[in-house]
């Protein structure tokens, strides 16, 4: 399972990781951010989540403790009969949103923040789909054996990084946050220059993309739409009648 996978990884120095609920275990956490100094950890508290208050830090802002079940004390001994964590709430479109994390220093991290920052997790989702969509053009790997696959995921990241550096380049240029540069059309465009470039002199290179950074309101996104209305799940059509079910 991703847990069981995720076990494996090793925490970095003085970060804080954005984990999915799926992996909310007293015994994964607790290792978590004792592994190495200052590695936390963050993520949306599930909706059945069982804690007691130990202190108020603000209105929406506590620390907790939470019970350890007997499959984790049986796992992990060491663990005790209660664990601790903060507990922040926020209300982000329209609904009120719930997360816990290790970060228990409500002066140094204040919880706003740290809701947004979760927020931008996604931001992180659409970066795979830049790379599987318009790097990839959806297609998988080609290389065969581990070592290869290694050496072509490296190829991938290096190059998806580079376009991302020039894309912030183009931010600055326009004034905007990088975030508003459309990859698609700005990625195209920076590939095509280096595929001709070697045409030409490798010195052309810094004046095509002085005038790519000229036209960088071209690669300007509009800014984010607040939902009008919500999400609903559409109804497929159907060429047959639906099926009565007789009441008796």
């Not at 507990?87 to 719930?98: D, N, P, S, T």
């Not at 984010?224 to 109804?235: F, G, L, N």
Request: glycine share 2%; with cysteine; charged share 25%.
């Amino acid at each position: 399972g991703e847990l069981t996978l995720a076990s494996q990884l090793k925490a970095p120095v003085r970060s804080i990781t954005l984990f999915d609920r799926a992996y909310f275990s007293a015994d994964f956490l607790v290792s978590w951010q004792s592994q190495a100094e200052e590695s936390h950890w963050l993520m949306r508290a599930k909706d059945n989540l069982r804690y007691e208050v130990i202190h108020h830090n603000a209105a929406h802002d506590f620390q907790i403790k939470m019970p350890v079940s007997a499959r984790a004390k049986k796992i992990n001994p060491s663990l005790g009969d209660y664990w601790e964590a903060r507990l922040i709430e926020v209300e982000y479109a329209g609904k009120i949103r719930c997360y816990i994390t290790s970060l228990t220093d409500s002066k140094v991290y204040p919880f706003k923040d740290l809701a947004m920052l979760y927020i931008q997790r996604w931001e992180i989702e659409m970066c795979y789909r830049e790379i599987k969509s318009d790097l990839q053009d959806a297609r998988i790997l080609r290389s065969k054996q581990p070592d290869l696959v290694y050496q072509e995921l490296w190829g991938v990241f290096i190059a998806y990084n580079i376009l991302r550096r020039q894309m912030r380049f183009i931010a600055e240029h326009a004034k905007v946050s990088p975030l508003r540069i459309s990859f698609h059309v700005a990625s195209m465009s920076i590939i095509n220059i280096l595929r001709h470039t070697p045409l030409e002199s490798a010195g052309n290179l810094p004046k095509h993309l002085a005038q790519l950074f000229e036209q960088s309101k071209i690669f300007v996104l509009p800014e984010k739409r607040q939902r009008q209305c919500p999400r609903v799940v559409k109804i497929k059509a159907q060429k047959y009648p639906r099926k009565c079910q007789s009441i008796s």
